[in-house]
């Protein structure tokens, strides 16, 4: 009996892993149609703001994102243990996420913490960086990130805060979209306080650094 029950488990986890692992690997090639974060703002707001588009139609962006949230992106494979050991030492800090995790969490998870969304937030990582190009996994965060009350992706923050396309943003404007993250309810980038300038002006700095040092050698591969 007990031989019984543990084969039933072994065959329901392993299906469960594989189905994950497929429903995962789709995300290269489809676009998610909407996420848990923006159906809970579409219920409190009434409305959403984003308009999918193309890494390539993205402008500055990346670049600015990867300074901002992951300066580490092309060359750890999801996890960055460094920047998890410095955001354990230093409490000021943000947490360690990566721009996988966080692709992770808003596309397949809740926002809420806990350690079961962690866990599972660190599986799907793994999966996603088994499966997708890095060029893939950036595409899919710049249009799903939460850039302001109601307003998900590059391209819909560009609109709302700059009134144009994403394409077209200046350096200067992507840097002041990224430096509104985490909290993009609260901060503005078409006004933003002194915080945000001074680390739209970091994160700048850093995008033009990452250019120069091959920091960005991934969004080619794949």
């Not at 497929?22 to 707001?45: F, S």
């Not at 078409?190 to 969004?219: Q, Y």
Request: aromatic fraction near 8%.
């Amino acid at each position: 009996m007990i031989r019984r029950l543990i084969r039933f488990v072994f065959r329901w986890v392993f299906r469960l892993v594989l189905l994950a692992t497929l429903i995962v690997a789709a995300g290269r090639w489809v676009v998610p149609p909407i996420t848990i974060t923006q159906a809970v703002q579409w219920r409190e707001q009434g409305e959403l703001q984003r308009d999918w588009r193309d890494l390539g139609a993205l402008g500055p962006m990346g670049a600015a994102a990867i300074a901002a949230e992951d300066a580490r992106f092309c060359a750890h494979h999801g996890l960055d243990f460094d920047a998890i050991r410095e955001a354990m030492a230093d409490d000021r800090r943000r947490g360690g996420s990566t721009i996988s995790q966080q692709v992770a969490k808003n596309v397949y998870l809740w926002q809420a913490p806990s350690w079961t969304r962690k866990g599972l937030e660190a599986a799907i990582t793994l999966m996603i960086e088994a499966t997708w190009p890095k060029a893939r996994i950036l595409e899919v965060y710049l249009n799903v990130a939460e850039t302001g009350r109601g307003v998900f992706g590059a391209q819909a923050a560009a609109r709302h805060w700059f009134g144009v396309d994403a394409a077209d943003l200046s350096a200067a404007q992507a840097a002041r979209i990224a430096a509104i993250l985490p909290n993009p309810r609260e901060r503005n980038a078409a006004r933003p306080s002194e915080f945000v300038a001074g680390r739209a002006r970091a994160i700048a700095d850093g995008a033009r650094t990452l250019a120069a040092n091959g920091g960005l050698r991934c969004l080619a591969e794949g």
